[in-house]
């Protein structure tokens, strides 16, 4: 099976109310975590890369892993585009052959916003590549934030109907209270779920996808804590909220800062314990072996795409 485009795989996540995870890949084994948690788990996959991984690993490295995942596991596996921040990158993934890209026009006012992501949507569409954009600022709700800070940066209902419409895009990233990274929440982590619901009521079938959706496990902080690392007061999106965010229209959910901390963790962990040992496969076989761990727990009990592919 080539690479497919994530069209018919939000299709069957809307329809059984789960969600596929995206998960950033940065290095080889980081992608043999992930996928052969996946093909374990018969479950449909999303890999996405940055500009910042396209950077350090070089794009024609990335494109020929994940080809090799798809041609060695048979799973369906979106390549996908993570953040593109202007029409030039999207573009390049595109002719590289991704099936899926974002525009991320968040930070532009709503207009700016519109023409960048209908651009790329028409190029896009022409070459069979799906689109994501966003649309709201992602940032995390503190105790006290009153409602009209909340309305200044999250996700405007009425506004989501009509950049829909007008773009033509085929799934919204929108900011209800996740953050990318592992501080999300000050307070108590919360969500807006009432602005979750009015957003998928007035798009119905339409995919959403959230962005900063790590749940910071708190083993891994605590495994590199209890081996030298200092991440204090970490917090990260319940798994919970997430699972139900996944009935309520929530196809994608992106996840990179639980790999992060599953990878440092057991690195941290394997060079503690084995002092000696100095060949790099021990401590990266250790970690892929981490991750792989990691994604079977987010897709049997976080996603619900366990057997969906
Ligand atoms: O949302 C951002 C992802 O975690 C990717 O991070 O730009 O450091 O690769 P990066
Ligand atoms: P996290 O930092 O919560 O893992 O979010 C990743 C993400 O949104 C990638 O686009
Ligand atoms: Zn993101």
């Known amino acids: 099976m080539p690479l497919v485009t994530s069209k018919q795989m ?26 052969e948690a996946a093909q374990e788990e018969k479950a449909p996959l999303i890999l996405q890369v940055s500009a910042g991984a396209r950077k350090y690993a070089k794009p024609i490295y990335l494109k020929k892993l994940v080809e090799a995942a798809v041609e060695d596991t048979n799973l369906p596996i979106v390549l996908h585009l993570d953040h593109g921040e202007n029409f030039e990158i999207c573009k390049a993934c595109i002719d590289d052959g991704f099936t899926s890209v974002m525009i991320d026009g968040s930070k532009y006012p709503f207009e700016e916003n519109v023409a960048l992501t209908k651009k790329v949507v028409d190029y896009a569409h022409e070459k069979g590549v799906v689109v994501e954009a966003e649309l709201g600022k992602l940032a995390g709700i503190e105790d006290n934030v009153n409602v009209s800070q909340r309305d200044a940066t999250f996700t405007d209902p009425d506004e ?40 998928s009521n007035l798009l119905p079938g339409f995919p959403i996808v959230l962005h900063g959706a790590s749940t910071v496990l708190p083993e891994f902080v605590e495994l590199c804590n209890k081996y030298g690392g200092d991440i204090p007061g970490a917090k990260g999106v319940p798994e919970e909220m997430l699972k139900k965010a996944a009935t309520m229209g929530v196809c994608k959910i992106n996840i990179d ?33 981490a991750i792989k761990q990691m994604v079977i727990h987010k897709i049997k009990n976080v996603l619900g795409c366990s057997q969906k592919a």
Do not use: C, W
């Open 160 to 199: 989501a109907v009509e950049f829909v419409e007008r773009t033509g895009v085929d799934s919204l990233a929108i900011a209800i209270g996740t953050s990318h990274g592992a501080y999300k929440f000050k307070g108590e982590p919360r969500l807006d779920f009432e602005r979750l619901e009015k957003i």
């Open 257 to 289: 800062t639980d790999l992060r901390l599953a990878m440092t963790a057991s690195v941290r962990k394997y060079l503690v314990e084995n002092p000696s040992v100095f060949d790099p496969r021990k401590y990266l076989g250790s970690a892929r072996e």
């Open 10 to 35: 939000f299709k069957n996540a809307y329809e059984g109310q789960y969600a596929v995870g995206a998960f950033n890949v940065n290095n080889m084994e980081i992608i043999q975590g992930i996928v």
